[in-house]
């Protein structure tokens, strides 16, 4: 579901039940006219929000995807972050990072086939504020799972291993 319309959904209800109620209780219109109010309230409730999320997504560079980059200049050191709720999201991992110093970028694995997180990322930060985080955060509890961070390791490509 979108956000906006996640965010609306229960104030439209709400609109139309008061709606609905205030013309049944008035003897003004007939009761054809007041489900048709209903369902207007409904369906604007419904579409405008709607609206507004494909025209927001519309004025977005498809190149805008990660987000989570800043424009840090200097060292940086990349952590490894385990243990990640399956529900837990970009902004969500920068966010408790930021709170002990810079991060330059934040990257959540997803499984190819599936699209679902696989409970592991990285977090790309400035050197100097690397071994603090690892300290503050790894075994920390974050959104009920015990966090595991360390130091990234290196990618092995394919060629290293078969020398």
Not at 51 to 60: C, E, H, P, Q, S
Not at 81 to 90: D, I, K, Q, S
């Amino acid at each position: 579901m979108l956000p906006t319309l996640r965010a609306s959904l229960p104030y439209t209800l709400a609109l139309a039940v008061l709606a609905y109620l205030g013309f049944a209780f008035l003897p003004v219109l007939e009761f054809a006219q007041e489900i048709f109010v209903v369902i207007g309230v409904l369906l604007a409730g419904i579409l405008v929000p709607v609206l507004i999320d494909v025209k927001g997504r519309a004025g977005t560079l498809p190149s805008a995807a990660p987000l989570a980059k800043t424009d840090y200049k200097g060292d940086t050191t990349t952590l490894y972050v385990g243990n990640l709720p399956y529900r837990a999201n970009e902004d969500a991992v920068k966010e408790l990072f930021q709170r002990f110093g810079v991060v330059v970028n934040v990257r959540l694995m997803k499984d190819r086939q599936t699209g679902r997180r696989r409970g592991f990322g990285f977090v790309e930060v400035a050197a100097k504020d690397g071994d603090k985080m690892i300290q503050k955060l790894n075994d920390f509890n974050f959104q009920e799972r015990t966090l595991k961070v360390r130091e990234a390791k290196e990618r092995q490509d394919a060629d290293d291993a078969e020398e």
